[in-house]
């Protein structure tokens, strides 16, 4: 076999990820605190860039004001600074003069969006309304302590009991185990267990769940009613809807036992979840939705986000014409006003990308936003994608973990995006809102007669929503609706 040496061309495509790029992806899907984080730790350990102040720094001469982003041709601030010539020898190769970085200058000083209103015509959602810290359950429960009339030793054995509850406010350590903390004798221990259950919410210091409705029930005073007997005597019939049972038990109608299982419903078996810190997330808004006048308005929230610039001192010193700078000096300055440049770049277009989106969705949703939940049209990532000339990836990365202040509440972006079902006048109807209609479908059924899911999809199919048995199983199941043989158990 002889060996021979051939020369081929060929051509192919490459998708180069440019450090530009791959700053551009990770900035666009990071939260607004985690931008915050990013954006401190760069300004920490970047040099060149600065924070924007309300006026000149000083010493320094307001040459003229900075441009939004987006509005190029209006001034930026200072001159543009020359470029440093490169020295002889490294004329053909240095490439740093050969790109206009002034040129952007007027559009990327100052990482700013300017809205379509005005921002005094404008009144967003106090902070109050969005973001809270509820105070914990030992806090709370601490706090009546402090303020209950007892004996200093019963305050130390109920601060003991406080802080061995879980987060659902159930006392999880034994008399025994509180009594040895002192030494207390038991008598004490269970004397401050009950100052402890008398606090708010109702139902805290149970040790099981029986404890905590009957603790519930005497707060509503429903001590010896039939809805005590259920709770001391009868769970296990209530646990599995054996309501017949239970009304034989008792001696009573079936009517007068499901109006007591209806008491007992209303009782938080979990009385200490809400004061949970850590079963809530808390969010800030990425962007506000305003109405004005007959339609609505995009306001990006830049609240806690720096105004940045490139400090116009090390810019100086990149001058051609600045002669008391060392090369590795140069170099050095060269390199971090790239990266600063790149920063101020992608946060601009991070924001301008969360704004297209957003401006979109209202678009898409606006019957959402002016009716509510019956009018949420079908959509999907493509067509907002599609509408902002932008790709699929583009906008699930922007969409996910970003949410949005609405006059309907709070959404998460994800949440404007639904399948869609056709319906017999040929319009496509959104997945949610079907939901929402299986939901009140059920609702309006007799409880002694439930439809079953066959029946559901008559009665939709009557509204002109024709829709899969197996689907409205699926979508009912998603809803934690029972099945009609289970809803019947209830009126055996």
Not at 48 to 70: R, S, V
Not at 175 to 197: K, T
Not at 294 to 319: A, C, H, Q, V, W
Request: aromatic share 6%; hydrophobic share 35%.
């Amino acid at each position: 076999m002889a060996l021979e040496q051939k020369l081929n061309l060929r051509m192919s495509q490459k998708l180069i990820m440019t450090p530009s790029l791959q700053q551009a992806i990770k900035l666009l899907q990071m939260t607004k605190l985690e931008l915050q984080e990013e954006i401190t730790q760069e300004v920490t350990e970047n040099p060149l860039l600065e924070e924007m102040t309300e006026g000149p720094a000083e010493g320094e001469k307001a040459e003229g004001e900075e441009a939004a982003p987006g509005e190029a041709g209006e001034a930026a601030e200072g001159e543009a600074p020359a470029v440093d010539a490169p020295a002889a020898e490294e004329k053909e190769s240095d490439s740093f003069d050969e790109i206009d970085y002034e040129s952007y200058f007027q559009d990327y000083m100052e990482m700013s969006y300017v809205p379509q209103a005005p921002a005094e015509e404008i009144e967003t959602p106090p902070l109050e309304n969005i973001l809270t810290k509820p105070q914990s359950l030992s806090g709370h429960l601490l706090w009546q302590l402090d303020m209950t009339v007892i004996s200093a030793r019963q305050k130390e054995i109920a601060r003991a009991i406080i802080g061995n509850l879980d987060d659902d406010g159930y006392l999880q350590a034994s008399p025994d185990e509180i009594a040895a903390m002192g030494p207390y004798n038991l008598e004490e221990v269970e004397r401050a267990v009950h100052v402890v259950q008398d606090f708010d919410p109702s139902g805290v210091g149970a040790r099981d769940l029986k404890e905590c409705l009957l603790i519930q029930l005497a707060f509503h005073d429903m001590e010896g009613t039939p809805a005590e007997r259920i709770v001391k005597e009868h769970m296990d019939l209530l646990q599995t809807r054996r309501f017949r049972d239970l009304a034989q038990a008792l001696g009573c109608s079936q009517e007068e036992v499901m109006h007591y299982v209806e008491t007992i419903r209303t009782l938080d078996p979990k009385p200490g979840t809400k004061y949970n810190a850590g079963s809530n997330n808390y969010v800030l808004p990425d962007v506000y939705v305003v109405k004005v006048d007959k339609g609505y308005t995009i306001i990006l929230n830049e609240d806690g986000l720096p105004r940045l610039r490139i400090s116009p001192f090390y810019r100086r010193m990149i001058d051609r014409n600045n002669t008391d700078v060392s090369r590795e000096t140069r170099e050095y300055v060269r390199e971090k006003f790239r990266s600063a440049f790149r920063l101020i770049k992608s946060l601009e277009e991070r924001q301008r990308t969360i704004y297209k989106v957003a401006k979109s969705i209202v678009k898409h949703q606006q019957g959402f936003l002016d009716f509510g939940y019956e009018h949420l049209r079908p959509l999907i990532l493509k067509d907002v994608a599609d509408d902002i000339g932008m790709h699929e990836s583009t906008v699930s990365r922007v969409v996910n973990h970003k949410y949005m202040h609405t006059p309907r509440g709070l959404f998460e972006m994800k949440f404007f995006f639904h399948s869609s079902i056709s319906s017999a006048q040929g319009e496509d109807v959104s997945s949610l809102t079907v939901k929402e209609r299986i939901k009140r479908v059920v609702a309006d059924e007799d409880p002694k007669h439930p439809m079953s899911d066959a029946a559901i999809v008559q009665r939709l199919s009557d509204d002109g929503l024709r829709i899969a048995r197996r689907t409205v199983a699926k979508y009912r199941e998603e809803l934690r609706i029972p099945s009609s043989n289970e809803r019947r158990q209830g009126f055996r």
